[in-house]
């Protein structure tokens, strides 16, 4: 039987927050086995805040969670990391309101956890198993989750630029034969320039910059690095939707295609999943033969 996981001690970080452009401090503290994911605020004393889809408030550029009239914003990159290591309960605790950003991907969040090691906790893991298909639209873009053996996790955004048009649009990751930790975390957030004075007119990219974000300006990308991976776009919508989705409180065992779907369409689908108790059973795995492929590497 597989065990749920927490992490085995401390793990701290120090960033600024991406929309507020405010610094934080984040701790990531072990969890009993059935706590989740929960958030503290400490400069705002109360209950924790649940890592759970149906306290999602604000899916404007990034997916903040908000619970007894406290907020957490910009989780996705954190819950991604989290799904990729498969840390069930963890308790995050935040100096300030948002997430910091560190280098707009997950990998440094993989590698604080990692940094603190992983414990087993002697309390079976449970799985979501999707057993009919749930799809959710909205305009032109669609989410779509269905039944699957292991988690398979497909992407296409839709942009004409002259950027995007000479990178991939489309992913497709088998996590059975694809590991998220070497191929998807170090996957950054991307933007295009021109848009950032719109974002900013709205209070968000506040901490926004070229060290936590690939800037595209008309035709080129600005970062003298240059991309991660070829397909470092579309993965990052994947890493994205990957971590939306774990705010269903469990990893889902089950496939995910999303077209041109958002933080927005990505809470929509958890929410209509979970209002769909026929499209879905709780399910503790009774072998390791496929670790991997539920998300335990
Ligand atoms: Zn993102």
Redesign the pocket.
Same mark, same amino acid.
């Given at each position: 039987m597989l065990c749920q996981r927490t992490i085995d001690g401390p793990a701290h970080a120090i960033g600024i927050g991406v929309h507020s452009g405010r610094p934080v401090r984040m701790t990531l503290r072990p969890a009993d086995a059935d706590t989740g994911i929960e958030f503290q605020r400490l400069d705002k004393p109360g209950r924790p805040i649940r890592a759970r889809a149906e306290n999602v408030s604000d899916t404007t550029l990034a997916t903040s969670l908000s619970e007894g009239g406290v907020q957490i914003a910009t989780v996705? #990159?954190l819950m991604s990391a989290l799904w990729g290591l498969g840390i069930d309960n963890a308790r995050v605790e935040l100096s300030s309101e948002e997430v910091p950003i560190m280098d707009g991907s997950a990998q440094p969040f993989v590698e604080i956890i990692q940094g603190a090691g992983i414990r087993n906790l002697a309390v079976p893991r449970k799985f979501i198993r999707i057993t009919r298909e749930v799809s959710v639209s909205q305009g032109e873009a669609k989410a779509t989750l269905s039944p699957y053996d292991g988690f398979r996790a497909g992407y296409t955004f839709v942009a004409d630029h002259p950027v995007f048009n000479r990178y991939p649009k489309t992913i497709e990751v088998d996590f059975a034969s694809t590991s998220y930790l070497d191929e998807v975390c170090g996957a950054r957030?991307f933007g295009l320039m021109r848009e950032l004075d719109q974002a900013r007119a709205i209070r968000k990219c506040l901490g926004s910059s070229l060290d936590n974000a690939v800037g595209i300006d008309d035709d080129e990308i600005v970062n003298t690095e240059g991309l991660r991976y070829e397909d470092e776009f579309v993965k #990052?919508k994947l890493?994205?939707a990957i971590g939306d989705l774990y705010l269903l409180g469990l990893p889902v065992i089950g496939a995910f295609d999303g077209y041109m779907s958002g933080h927005t369409l990505n809470n929509k689908l958890a929410r209509a999943l979970l209002r769909c108790p026929d499209a879905w059973v709780l399910q503790a795995l009774p072998t390791t033969r496929r670790r991997q492929a539920y998300s335990l590497h």
């Open positions: 996705e #990159h957030s #990052h890493l994205d």
